[in-house]
């Protein structure tokens, strides 16, 4: 493949203005922008201005030759499947916005796909490089709390807002799945609306049992009324709790892209500092993406991963529908 990687944008909305084009822009040594194409051509018309292709269709987007990579970002979640596997057979690399799709199905069927056409096929699970899940996950790995039993990781919502675990609650399962690692063996959970599914669950608190290591609880719920009539008190983000100890990240007032956080180890005094690890940790999602694309490197995000979280949403579901304990069965294993 070319060293310039040639991307263009199937969806023209916030997330591609806020997040993928900037990152796509402040890599011109190894990105380069195509245009992009929206149901509404309006929006990709604005976005395209005199710098960008708008294109006309998707067909006309897939039939640019100079492309190599379509970053599918569009609404509602059932358009991510027939778009991915549209890219697919046009012979495209590509990258969707999480969710990966609307089932596992369909997640299964893609990643068949890109198998049989050797096409790269990844998600952005960018929130894996969030510092303070990298701080949390060197933490464990340092030993300093023993043997860890039970990791939390939380996220605080301002309301009961439907569809949130299209949002947060998606990073919060792959996160959760790859704190751990092995595999996952029993789901317990409850959601505010399970009939729903991930289109409509509210608030979601599971807990997430593996054959081996420490328990993961993952919880997003509302903020505290006291949180929202008072300011922002330190909030729980991360904690894992060891043989040796325990650790407590806790959400403090700053930049939230940062996640600006304390740290603490069985004590009052904060001993660590998320943004002091800004000077360590500054590689982003697509330097990974592009390793993989021109460099042959393993994919930060396995198109398996991103699928096994789509299994895991279905399991926490299926828990807090029946009110019981399930086996995590239909996990597809990640070499």
Same mark, same amino acid.
């Given at each position: ?137 060197? #933490?464990?790995? *340092?030993?300093? &709390?023993?043997?860890? +039993? /039970?990791? !939390?990781?939380?996220?605080? $919502? ?14 919060? #399962?792959?996160? *959760?799945?790859? &704190?751990?690692?092995? +595999? /996952?063996? !029993?789901?317990?959970?409850? $959601? ?24 993961? +609880? /993952? ?117």
């Amino acid at each position: 493949m070319a060293a310039v990687i040639r991307a263009a944008f199937c969806g023209a909305g916030g997330i591609v203005r806020g997040n993928h084009l900037p990152n796509l822009e402040e890599r011109p040594d190894r990105f380069s922008v195509a245009g992009f194409y929206d149901i509404f051509p309006e929006s990709s018309a604005k976005l395209a201005g005199d710098k960008y292709r708008a294109y006309a269709s998707y067909d006309e987007l897939l039939a640019d030759k100079t492309v190599d990579l379509v970053i599918i970002a569009t609404k509602p979640l059932s358009t991510h499947f027939p778009a991915a596997k549209q890219a697919l057979d046009a012979g495209k690399h590509v990258l969707l916005e999480k969710p990966m799709a609307e089932t596992v199905a369909e997640c299964d069927e893609l990643i068949a796909l890109a198998k049989k056409k050797s096409l790269i096929l990844t998600v952005h699970h960018n929130r894996r490089l969030n510092l303070d899940f990298l701080a949390l996950r060197d #933490v464990i790995a *340092s030993g300093k &709390l023993g043997e860890v +039993r /039970l990791v !939390e990781n939380r996220i605080m $919502m301002n309301s009961y807002n439907p569809g949130e675990t299209i949002d947060w609650g998606v990073h919060l #399962v792959d996160q *959760s799945l790859i &704190l751990n690692g092995s +595999r /996952l063996r !029993e789901v317990s959970a409850n $959601m505010a609306y399970p009939e729903n599914g991930m289109a409509g669950s509210g608030f979601l608190d599971a807990m997430f049992r593996f054959e081996s290591g420490p328990a993961v +609880r /993952l919880a997003m719920l509302p903020r505290p009324a006291e949180y929202l009539i008072n300011g922002t008190p330190p909030l729980t983000r991360f904690y894992a709790a060891g043989t040796k100890g325990s650790f407590v990240q806790r959400i403090i007032e700053g930049p939230r892209d940062l996640m600006n956080a304390t740290q603490n180890f069985d004590g009052a005094k904060p001993d660590y500092k998320v943004p002091e690890y800004l000077e360590i940790k500054q590689k982003g999602y697509y330097d990974y993406l592009y390793e993989s694309l021109a460099g042959g490197k393993e994919l930060l995000v396995k198109p398996e991963e991103a699928r096994n979280a789509m299994r895991a949403i279905e399991l926490i579901s299926k828990s807090a529908k029946t009110n019981r304990t399930v086996e995590a069965d239909g996990m597809l294993k990640v070499s």
